[in-house]
């Protein structure tokens, strides 16, 4: 089975993962596409909490008694904005009515009902950039371990044209806290210009798993286990919207030691 899930180019479905698809337990995503004045309700399992982002466009969010107005707004997931998110516990009915054209992403994993539906906004996700030089980008925190939730850890990033992303390679795929967790991930790619690509290698240590992929606009790469860099090639810059999830909510990762060399600072005589 592949690791890499191609998009569908129309229609309302962009692409989707679940637990059965991706023969692992805990991660789900959906990417889907709304126009002006649609409205859908989007259920989750009594088993499953979820997040849900507004990637670009405009929409009202109702879920229960809690109606959110005016959600949105990013013309493109490359604007220099966080998006807007709601998080939803198990057995709730999302209605999602759009304004304009909307992509919008449930992230979902396994959850008991501890937390209620709220409102995540933009202004509360911490933005930062990681690496140097050609391995900078700019993460924006959506639903980060610090936030309330059960299992889910959402993020997205931007990765200038020509640098590499999530690098040095690192995994996490081993119960060893606190140096390593066990998480599983999905990798929702945007590229720009649209008809680019990005390069995405998933690997172990034994390369039991090692697959090369380039990757498409709206495409979405799952990680089980393993180190999994991207790299944006030359004139096209490169999102992703990852999501993670595992029995214990912690992201701790391991680099490859092979790569890590690079980390190390630049002695100067």
């Known amino acids: ?22 023969h692992w337990k805990h991660v789900g995503f959906v990417a889907r596409r709304l126009v002006a004045g649609q409205s859908v309700d989007i259920a ?14 405009t929409v009202d969010i109702a ?18 904005r966080s998006p807007t998110a709601v998080y939803a516990p198990p057995s709730s009915v999302c209605r999602v009515t759009a304004y304009d054209d909307v992509e919008l992403a449930l992230a979902s994993a396994p959850a008991t009902g501890r937390f209620p539906a709220r409102l995540i906004e933009p202004q509360t996700m911490k933005r930062s950039a990681r690496g140097t030089g050609s391995n900078t980008r700019y993460v924006c925190d959506i639903l980060p371990e610090t936030e309330d939730a059960e299992s889910l850890l959402v993020v997205e990033v931007v990765t200038p044209a020509g640098h590499s992303s999530s690098y040095p390679p690192h995994k996490h795929d081993t119960d060893a806290l606190p140096e390593e967790s066990v998480l599983e991930e999905t990798y929702y790619h945007r590229i720009d210009p649209p008809q680019g690509f990005a ?16 990757v498409g606009d709206h495409d979405v790469v799952m990680v089980p286990r393993g180190y999994h860099p991207v790299v944006m090639p030359h004139g096209y810059r490169g999102y992703y919207l990852n999501v993670m999830a595992g029995p214990r909510r912690e992201w701790h990762f391991r680099n490859d030691p092979a790569h890590e060399w690079m980390l190390a600072p630049v002695s100067r005589s």
Do not use: H
Not at 63 to 80: A, E, H, I, K, Q
């Open 63 to 80: 879920v229960g008694d809690s109606t959110w107005r005016n959600l949105g707004g990013r013309g493109s997931v490359f604007d220099d």
């Open 199 to 214: 390069f995405q290698r998933v690997y172990t240590d034994e390369r039991d798993i090692d697959e090369s992929m380039a």
């Open 1 to 22: 089975m592949s690791l890499l899930v191609k998009a569908l180019r129309e229609g309302e479905s962009i692409v989707t993962v679940t637990p059965e698809s991706a």
């Open 44 to 57: 989750l399992p009594a088993d499953r909490e979820g997040c849900l982002v507004v990637l670009t466009g």
